[in-house]
T-cell receptor, first 113, second 109 residues
């Protein structure tokens, strides 16, 4: 693994189903983030984690949950998917602290029908 | 509320110079980032400004004026591969990034 990986690459999901998007980084970064990107809108923060064992809510957390059991993994779960959750989801990580950029995974394209 | 404004789309000619502007209103300021995003790909980091002035990095430069809530990204000697979206993001008082919707840059030969 080099950098950040996400799985699956894409998924079509029936409304009401539960879905977990996976994110793993091998850079030992403290902070991790989940964003969604929709056409015409900026990236919107769903949830974040500043360090293993802690999580926080972003701008659009409703319908999503996360966990951070260790430094490397930060899964995002949709408990009961709805069509408005159709989007491209990006996971990102950062060493934390001033001046450090975020590094992004390749994204997961999710369609909820 | 928090707001980042950038033009939706710009067109420029190969070999020319283009300036992409970004204005922001955020709760606090802890730095401004520019990212490049090619279609269907993840954003990648271009530049970071936290103090007023110009930061130069090869063909790309980024400028910041904190008093005006304004930044620009300057791309010189444009190449076809520079066709992409350019995202402006400001880190707010909670150290979270607030993102603009991005500027789609189209390069014509």
């Amino acid at each position: 693994i080099a950098g950040i990986t996400q799985a699956p690459t894409s998924q079509i999901l029936a409304a009401g189903r539960r879905m977990t998007l996976r994110c793993t980084q091998d850079m030992r970064h403290n902070a991790m983030y989940w964003y969604r990107q929709d056409l015409g809108l900026g990236l919107r923060l769903i949830h974040y984690s500043n360090t293993a064992g802690t999580t926080g809510k972003g701008e659009v957390p409703d319908g999503y949950s996360v966990s951070r059991a260790n430094t490397d993994d930060f899964p995002l779960t949709l408990a009961s998917a709805v069509p408005s959750q159709t989007s491209v989801y990006f996971c990102a990580s950062s060493p934390g602290g001033d001046g450090h950029e975020q590094f992004f995974g390749p994204g997961t394209r999710l369609t909820v029908l | 509320g928090q707001n980042i404004d950038q033009p939706t789309e710009m067109t420029a000619t190969e070999g020319a110079i283009v300036q992409i502007n970004c204005t922001y209103q955020t709760s606090g300021f802890n730095g401004l980032f520019w990212y490049q995003q090619h279609a269907g790909e993840a954003p990648t980091f271009l530049s970071y400004n936290v103090l007023d002035g110009l930061e130069e990095k090869g063909r790309f430069s980024s400028f910041l004026s904190r008093s005006k809530g304004y930044s620009y990204l300057l791309l010189k000697e444009l190449q076809m591969k520079d066709s992409a979206s350019y995202l402006c993001a400001v880190r707010d008082s909670n150290y979270q990034l607030i993102w603009g919707a991005g500027t789609k840059l189209i390069i014509k030969p």
